[in-house]
């Protein structure tokens, strides 16, 4: 959440008098309505006794942790969140430090500090947030969380050739509770009291108030110094011109003389802005757009401008609207507030403007429609259509669902009309043909600890896989399959048909060496039992039939009516019976091994 600043931010330019103090024992007091604007000239005395560094803050060129150096302090008068804001020209580099202390001979290491050369040219740094809301400007510290009483001294340094000044701006939501007293003011100490930041038109009244007073004469200053304002002799005053301000009140036998800066900031208008009308098709709505219609002719450096969704945030500058403004359909009524840059509480919340967004357009009809071979017509789009909608089809029809007969790609663009803003999607239905499966391989890989099936078809298709009676499943693979006999299905997952096959899952030797040393002697079959009488014919290179295996005689030892067979190729084949009693010869078998010598 961002709040709007609520202390007084006033460029150098305005006073004729800034207020500098290169020393942390003469710092310059700032308290809730202080304007805070000066530049920096070199550096008084060496605060840190020599030291090295202090924070973020190291030895400068100056010799010292300071570099043309200003001091400010201030004490808190109430509990919340506290930032400050420092404004400076973004091609010069600035660097700060808080401490949390009441006494300059006892700093500490500062509670906030900020080191970072200015390569990113930002025109702030600080604790809080940027007040232009940049996010990515990473020379601000975490807000402070204060309560009343806490004393903090301010060192701001420059590091540029130049030096354009800087002004300060306190920020936080304890502005939000205690407009008036978040900052204390007690601690300057003047009969007129601490310099004065207003708006046109408000009264602003001094009151020098003093018993035993024989008179009061009041001045203002000129380039020639004070001059006198004739026919003002009351204990009051009041200022209708900014200006720095001089009462001397004279006591019997004493005179006590008082200044006090009054500044007037112009008020900020904000221009009638005419209603948005926008269409959905975006999530958001850019509202820094509408920026330089609410200002006019009046300059984006001199006033800031946020927008709000109800009036009463709008006038405590509370809860601010994102500039991306995510959008929702319907009418929003959206609060402006302009407010200056050197004064925010200089604020215009006369304007208010709707967002007007039509109705999304989703495509809530399929983008994919299948059609099984053979059929000849199928409708696609918008069964239950909006009756706020105008549909238009690449086929020249203009209904919310249209019947096809033939596979390709058909768009509609589907409008709707909103204050006279015609707002338009186009969507694409593609329609495709769907053919029953068919199954062209089946890769069995057994005689293995994990036994894998995977299942190869003659074209791509929406298919969906399973073994036996299992869950259906979009990959082709699977593992982990027991021995024995098993059916596999592939089916369309559009309904235009399916496809089973009847496999087998054995474990077959690939090469077997009958030499009699006892390891690998046998050609063998592994998982017979799990067939219905099972028959294992194997053949060499020229078909001639070498032995039949069944469940009783599962391996071969090379030999042929007792005569050892040549090592060479030899191939085999399974067939058992199923459950209707055929005997079928098991499909997608590696029937190929070899005899080693």
Not at 84 to 99: H, K, P, R, T, V
Not at 501 to 517: A, H, L, Q, R, Y
Request: aromatic share 12%; proline share 4%; glycine share 6%.
């Amino acid at each position: 959440m961002k709040y709007s600043l609520f202390i007084i931010f006033l460029l150098f330019s305005l006073f004729s008098v800034a207020q500098i103090s290169p020393d942390c024992s003469t710092a310059i007091p700032i308290c809730n309505n202080t304007p805070v604007n000066s530049g920096t000239d070199s550096y008084g005395i060496d605060d840190f006794n020599g030291a090295n560094e202090s924070g973020c803050l190291e030895k400068s060129l100056s010799g010292a942790i300071e570099s043309n150096s200003a001091w400010y302090r201030f004490r808190t008068g109430a509990s919340g969140q506290l930032g400050f804001n420092i404004s400076m020209d973004s091609s010069e580099d600035w660097d700060f430090a808080l401490y949390k202390s009441a006494d300059c001979n006892n700093l500490g290491e500062p509670v906030r500090c900020n080191f970072k050369e200015n390569d990113d040219q930002d025109s702030f740094l600080g604790v809080g947030e940027d007040p232009t809301g940049n996010t990515e400007n990473l020379s601000y510290e975490d807000w402070l969380d204060v309560v009343p009483g806490e004393d903090y001294y301010l060192l701001i340094n420059n590091f540029s050739n130049i030096n354009s000044g800087f002004s300060i701006q306190f920020s936080g939501n304890i502005f939000v509770t205690n407009p008036y007293d978040a900052l204390d003011c007690t601690i300057i100490n003047n009969l007129l009291g601490p310099p004065i930041a207003a708006c046109e038109s408000d009264f602003i009244e001094l009151d020098a108030t003093t018993a035993n007073v024989l008179s009061y004469d009041w001045y203002v200053e000129s380039n020639s110094g004070f001059d006198q304002i004739i026919g003002e002799n009351n204990a009051t005053f009041e200022v209708v011109n900014s200006g720095l301000y001089r009462v001397v009140v004279t006591l019997p036998g004493e005179t006590i003389i008082s200044d006090v800066q009054v500044n007037f900031t112009p008020n900020p208008t904000a221009s009638p802005v005419d209603d948005k009308v926008v269409c959905y098709s975006e999530d958001t709505y850019d509202l820094a757009a509408i920026d330089a219609e609410v200002l006019g002719s009046q300059s984006s450096d001199r006033f800031i401008v946020s927008y709000h969704s109800n009036f009463s945030d709008a006038v405590s500058g509370v809860n601010n609207l994102n500039k991306n403004h995510k959008k929702n359909q319907g009418v929003e009524t959206i609060y402006i507030r302009v407010n200056s840059f050197e004064n925010p509480k200089c604020f215009d919340v006369s304007q208010n403007f709707d967002l007007i967004v039509s109705e999304e357009i989703e495509q809530d009809f399929p983008s994919i429609v299948s059609v099984c071979e053979g059929n000849t017509t199928v409708i696609v789009g918008d069964d239950t259509p909006n009756n706020n909608f105008t549909y238009e089809w690449s086929t020249g029809e203009n209904t919310p669902s249209i019947l096809v007969n033939s596979e390709g790609f058909y768009t509609v663009t589907i409008s709707s009309i909103i204050s006279g803003v015609v707002c338009s999607e186009v969507f694409t239905v593609d329609v495709i043909i769907s053919r029953t499966p068919i199954i062209s391989n089946v890769i069995i890989e057994s005689l293995q600890e994990n036994n894998t099936v995977t299942i190869e078809t003659e074209f791509d298709g929406n298919f969906e896989y399973r073994i036996d009676d299992g869950e259906y499943q979009t990959e082709s693979f699977f593992n982990t399959v027991l021995p024995g006999s098993h059916i596999i299905e592939v089916r369309d997952i559009e309904g235009c048909g399916s496809v089973t096959e009847s496999i087998v899952v054995m474990g077959f030797s690939k090469f077997f060496t009958p030499n009699g040393d006892g390891i690998n002697d046998q050609w063998l079959v592994e998982g017979l039992d799990q067939l219905n009488s099972p028959v294992v014919l194997i053949f060499d290179r020229y078909g001639k039939l070498m032995k039949q295996l069944n469940p009783l005689k599962i391996s071969w030892d090379g030999f042929y009516n007792g005569v050892q067979m040549p090592a060479s190729d030899y191939w085999f084949q399974l067939s058992y019976l199923e459950e209707n009693g055929d005997r079928t010869v098991a499909k997608y078998i590696n029937s190929h091994f070899s005899l080693k010598r």
